[in-house]
């Protein structure tokens, strides 16, 4: 199973329409948008319908969380937003936002949300973890920004395969592992991953 991950569109059609053609051509099984797919809940029309595949995505801070699973809903994707979804043995859990800005969620929450997920794939043998934000004591706080330490607990605790987030434009790219755990910064260009 393969999928594309990708966070930070900010409302870009253009970038949406290349990422789009990417997944069709790879013949991804599913996309991941790991947060701010609008630009301060505002520019999203016409993002998630260019994806022929199944799309799970999680807020940012510059998405609501009524914008999301409104978007969820119309084109039949998925809002990870403290839930859990099976596909086989391979589970999705999330939780968005970021620890900071105008749609912040506390340490605790970010833990709480993302507990609640695990559970509904505690039994799947590969586990991803969809953040938009990345964990405390990371490579990617080296610039400048303090990553979230209810992430870095949940990683600790539920131990998944792959944590997926973006936010940090400036750490587009970087990956490096937690304990077992691979933690990729996917970006806005994306990234195709193999489960």
């Known amino acids: ?63 609501s969380e009524a914008t999301i699973e409104f978007l969820a809903e119309m084109y039949k994707g998925k809002n990870l937003e403290g839930y859990g979804y099976k596909m ?3 589970g999705l859990f999330g939780c968005g936002s970021v620890n900071l800005g105008l749609f912040q969620k506390s340490e605790n929450e970010i833990f709480d949300l993302l507990g609640r997920g695990a559970k509904y794939i505690s039994e799947c043998r590969k ?10 004591n990371s490579k990617m706080e080296n610039f400048g920004w303090e990553g979230s330490k209810g992430l870095r607990g949940a990683i600790d605790k539920f131990k998944p395969d792959f944590v997926l987030c973006s936010h940090l434009h400036e750490a587009e790219g970087i990956e490096e592992m937690i304990g077992d755990t691979k933690v990729i910064n996917v970006g806005r260009k994306g990234k195709i991953i193999e489960v």
């Open 127 to 136: 586990k991803i973890l969809v953040s938009h934000v990345h964990p405390a």
């Open 1 to 63: 199973m393969k999928f594309l991950a990708v966070g930070d569109i900010h409302g870009d059609v253009d970038l949406a329409k290349e990422l789009a053609k990417q997944a069709s051509e790879e013949k991804v099984d599913f996309v991941v948008i790991c947060g701010d797919i609008s630009n301060s809940d505002d520019n999203f029309q016409g993002v998630m319908g260019l994806f022929k595949q199944k799309v799970f995505l999680v807020p940012g801070n510059h998405d």
């Open 88 to 90: 086989g043995d391979v």
